[in-house]
């Protein structure tokens, strides 16, 4: 089975899925995570290093420039691409990532919803965030409870879906809401508590700050890299407010932490649902520590720890 490692962003999926693939040599690791894609965006979106990796390939890591956009049809591609091409080589497949629309698509696929509409789009990308929030609330209550309120790409979806077919996204959406069958991947849910989250939240965007992560943002700001979808990306929005006189330095960093707690809540609706399905590994990390989680995997995939 193809181990599939969630849980709530800062949470150490990253750490777990480098030990474990080290663990099942040979192994790689595919990235479940919509901000890893980008080349340059590495402080912000805590892009594992070289040392950080630790010797294990990782794929759909700095395979696209910020200037572009990436839906979660072409990671599917890709991601389907990159676990043909590891079982191929004779190594084994880890995937890790925080971004769980990725994750259930591998899971469960994608449905079947009707192409873009530019003028429909046109039209609801001119209205603000608030009116966007108001309009799909009234149209698809929950999706709404489903997607973060400043996430225009997938409210536009939402609300561009309802007026294509008159039904809500989420009603069509609701296959991934029935028994999973039988499948080749291994879900593992890295759960923590509210607070402790939170805290480990609060100091990582701390570090990010220390490393440099303004700067890095700036740059890339400068250089008018951030195309519509990276720009969305927590830590790089608030400080392109910054960049643009919208608010002060330390406003922006303490929105950072706002909006990456308001985050790990949305991924924590989704880890429900995710982790809903009969064969899910739970672990309780603030019960087992790291090395131990490892074990936990090994031993669900039926491997000698």
């Excluded at 790990?264 to 672990?283: D, E, F, H, S, Y």
Aim: glycine share 8%; proline share 5%.
């Amino acid at each position: 089975m193809i181990p599939i490692i969630a849980g709530p962003t800062a949470g150490g999926k990253t750490a777990l899925a480098v030990e474990v693939a080290q663990r099942l040599a040979p192994a790689q690791v595919v990235s479940a995570d919509s901000m890893l894609l980008y080349r340059g965006m590495d402080i912000g979106t805590a892009k594992p290093t070289e040392a950080e990796r630790g010797g294990v390939p990782h794929h759909l890591v700095d395979i696209c420039d910020p200037a572009d956009s990436f839906t979660v049809h072409d990671w599917l591609r890709a991601a389907t691409d990159a676990i043909g091409s590891i079982r191929s080589s004779g190594a084994r497949t880890v995937v890790a990532g925080g971004t769980h629309l990725y994750i259930k698509a591998l899971l469960d696929g994608l449905f079947d919803g009707p192409g873009a509409n530019d003028s429909i789009r046109a039209e609801l990308d001119a209205l603000d965030n608030d009116a966007l929030r108001a309009a799909l609330l009234a149209a698809d209550p929950a999706a709404a409870s489903r997607l973060h309120p400043n996430d225009r790409r997938r409210t536009i979806r939402a609300l561009e879906v309802f007026r294509l077919t008159g039904t809500p996204i989420s009603a069509l959406q609701k296959q991934w809401d029935t028994d999973r069958p039988e499948s080749p991947y291994l879900l593992v849910v890295l759960a923590w508590s509210t607070d402790l989250i939170n805290r480990r939240i609060n100091d990582r965007v701390r570090q990010m700050v220390a490393q440099g992560l303004v700067e890095e943002a700036r740059g890339l700001w400068e250089a008018r890299r951030l195309g519509p979808q990276a720009r969305e990306a927590l830590g790089y929005k608030q400080l392109v407010a910054h960049f643009e006189g919208r608010c002060s330095l330390d406003d922006a960093i303490e929105q950072i932490k706002i909006e990456t707690r308001r985050f790990a809540k949305n991924q924590r609706t989704w880890l429900r649902r995710l982790g809903a399905a009969p064969g899910c590994v739970r672990i309780d990390c603030e019960a087992v520590p790291p090395h131990g989680r490892a074990d936990l995997v090994l031993s669900a995939l039926g491997v000698s720890a």
